[in-house]
Every structure is written in structure tokens, then in C-alpha cells.
């Protein structure tokens, strides 16, 4: 049995074909899936009974509700999903402007289904694995360790599957696992959400975050035309090392020579993400050291607080050291005419119910 729910109009094509349907039966299932986000194949309605009935021998659509949904005190909501042989996946909605009030805990979707918010910008969080590989030593996800990728559909379900969908207007690959390790599977969704056949967004509402897997990067930049967030956090090499095992794979120099054969000063953005450590990272002489790094590229360096969590043995940087970094990137990062470097400060959302930056844990509460 295949799920539609991920699948592309061209393999949509191919699936038709297989099942001997004329070729614009693939559109149909396309706007089935996409547009009217049907979650069982008896809905597609211009489809005959017939081949409604063949189509379900072979597929079906993996559509599955959150189990729990956690509401912070700012408003931001983790999801809980069933994935992968009884493991969780978790999805963080982050709204901009809320106006209305918030059940502090929700365990059915028919409670879930009354949640209205009134929005003017509305991020969704997602996870693309159950745990990741990559290790990162300041991560609770990637101290869990790695129980398997999701599929495209696994993925679109955390969109499609929320009561907040309508008002979504923006995604990043930013929760559980690493984009560049299942790329396929991103690809597709990509796709999906971009595609005059899907949902036609734009492009440019689309963030996907890696850690810097160089082969995956250099496909997803010449496939795609979504945004991209490299995990930088450190530039001296041997100190990112300590803190990120994937550097002695792939230097972040080799990830950056990539990034330097590309062009990022029209419409998509290239931004690295950097964790600010209390006396690891956050002195003005690692904000020079990133400034020369990022020579001759157009790019955002976004700050973020770290959020501690049990076991780890790093620490918040201050305030002040913050205000003092991202200063001294706004003032020094536009050395000369090939390099233009904006520095913002992201804003903890979430951190109340551990749906902050590098907290995801997608364990049953």
C-alpha cells in the first residue's frame, strides 16, 4: 500500500498509469490531496466508484491527528504526532498577534479543532526524523539519537493535519532531524507546498535548516528554491567540532566554499543560525572571526538564546553579551562590497513547554 498524501504529480502519473486511469486522473488526485485535503479516497468524488475502489486496493491517504497538544504561555503550541513504530514526532506552531485565549493542554481533535487565533504571520516548526544523526552535543534531539526518517507524507501531515493550516504563512525544516539527511522526502514536500498542482506557495515562505551535509546541500541549492539556514554556532573549526561531530565530516570551510560558488542576493536567503554560549562563543573576537568566515556572501546571522535543558553543561550568554555581538555583526559586517551580513536576535517562543530551539524530545507525555 502507497500514501498518497506526499506524492508528486509525476508520481501520481506513474501510479495512474499503473492502475490503467487516463493521465489526468493524476491532476485530479492532485487537487483531491492538495487543494481540498481530503483524507479518504470515498471523497474524491469525480473519481467513478470503480476506480475509487481500485485506487484504495493499492493506497490509501496517511492522514493522523496530533495525540496531545501542549499551549505556552505565549501562545506558541506543540503538537505531538504518531510516527514510526510508536515513536512521536513534535511540531511547534508559533503565532504572531495573538488576540485570543488558550487551552494550556488538549488531548482530542475535536478540542483541537475549536482553537482560533487571529494572526498576521503564523510559523509552522517541523520535524522531517524521528531523533537525528547528526549529534549536536547541546540538542535533546540529537542526544536521542537517530530511529528513522519520515516519509513525505509523514511530514505534510503535521501541516495538514493541525486546525491552524488555514493560517499558516510560513514553514521551516527546523524541528526534529536533519532536512539533508532525508532529502528525498523533503524534496517532495517542497514540491508539494510550491507547485501550481499543490498548495502554490511561494517559494520564499519555505525555510530549510542543515548542519552542513555538503552532497545534500549542493542538490537541495540547485533543486529548490526555498530558503536555507545553515547551523553554524561556532566558527573557530576545533571549538564547532566539540560541540557539532559533523564538522570532522564536513568542515564548515568546505560548506562555505559551496555556498560561495551560488548567488544570494536576489530573492532567496541564505542565513546561518548561531546559539549563543556564555563564554564559549559570544565574545567580540568570535564576532570578528564570523565576519571573516562569511567574507563575500549575502547572508543573515540569526542569534539565539541558548535554552538549557538537563545534563548539558552550557549556559545562556548575557544579555549584554548578546546586545554587544549582534552590535558589533550589524557594524562590522559589511567589510567590503562582496559581503553584506544583517544580524537579528530570534525571539524565544515556547521555551515553557520545552517547544524552544533544540529542545524537541517527541516523547509521550
Excluded at 487537487?31 to 490509501?60: C, G, H
Amino acid at each position: 500500500m502507497v500514501n498518497l498524501l506526499g506524492m508528486t504529480l509525476a508520481q501520481l502519473q506513474e501510479l495512474c498509469a499503473d492502475l490503467g486511469f487516463p493521465r489526468f486522473r493524476a491532476k485530479q488526485l492532485c487537487d483531491w490531496l492538495y487543494k481540498q485535503r481530503v483524507d479518504n479516497i470515498d471523497a474524491m468524488t469525480n473519481l467513478s466508484l470503480a476506480n475509487r475502489e481500485q485506487l484504495k486496493s493499492v493506497a490509501y491517504i496517511g492522514r493522523e491527528f496530533p495525540v496531545n497538544c501542549q499551549v505556552s504561555k505565549d501562545g506558541t503550541k506543540k503538537y505531538l504526532f504518531p510516527v514510526l513504530d510508536g515513536h512521536y514526532i513534535e511540531t511547534v506552531f508559533i503565532p504572531e498577534n495573538k488576540t485570543s485565549d488558550l487551552i494550556s493542554q488538549i488531548h482530542q481533535p475535536s478540542d483541537l479543532s475549536r482553537q482560533t487565533t487571529d494572526l498576521s504571520r503564523a510559523t509552522l516548526c517541523i520535524s522531517c526524523q524521528v531523533g537525528c544523526k547528526m549529534g549536536c552535543r547541546f540538542c535533546v534531539t540529537g542526544q536521542q539519537g537517530y530511529h528513522g526518517s519520515l516519509s513525505a507524507g509523514d511530514i505534510l501531515n503535521q501541516l495538514f493535519s493541525i486546525p491552524e493550516f488555514e493560517q499558516l504563512t510560513n514553514v521551516v525544516f527546523m524541528g526534529m532531524g536533519e532536512p539533508m539527511d532525508n532529502l528525498d522526502a523533503v524534496l517532495a514536500v517542497c514540491s508539494v507546498l510550491t507547485a501550481e498542482w499543490g498548495l502554490g506557495w511561494s517559494p520564499k515562505r519555505i525555510t530549510v535548516s542543515s548542519v552542513g551535509i555538503v552532497p545534500g546541500l549542493k542538490r537541495f541549492i540547485e533543486e529548490c528554491q526555498c530558503h536555507l539556514a545553515i547551523s553554524l554556532h561556532n566558527p573557530v573549526p576545533q571549538e564547532r567540532l566539540a560541540i557539532m561531530p559533523v564538522q570532522k565530516a564536513f568542515p564548515l570551510n568546505d560548506v562555505l566554499a559551496l555556498l560561495r560558488q551560488y548567488d544570494w542576493s536576489g530573492q532567496r536567503r541564505l542565513s546561518f543560525e548561531y546559539t549563543m554560549f556564555r563564554g564559549l562563543n559570544d565574545d567580540l573576537a568570535h564576532a570578528a572571526h564570523l565576519i571573516e568566515v562569511l567574507r563575500g556572501l549575502d547572508c543573515r546571522v540569526n542569534l539565539i538564546r541558548f535554552h538549557s535543558s538537563p545534563g548539558t553543561p552550557y549556559r545562556t550568554s548575557t544579555p549584554s553579551a548578546i546586545k554587544a555581538f549582534q552590535d558589533y555583526l550589524n557594524r562590522k559586517g559589511t567589510p567590503d562590497s562582496r559581503t553584506r551580513i544583517v544580524c537579528t536576535l530570534r525571539a524565544s517562543r515556547g521555551e515553557d513547554i520545552d517547544a524552544a530551539c533544540g529542545l524537541l524530545a517527541g516523547k509521550e507525555s
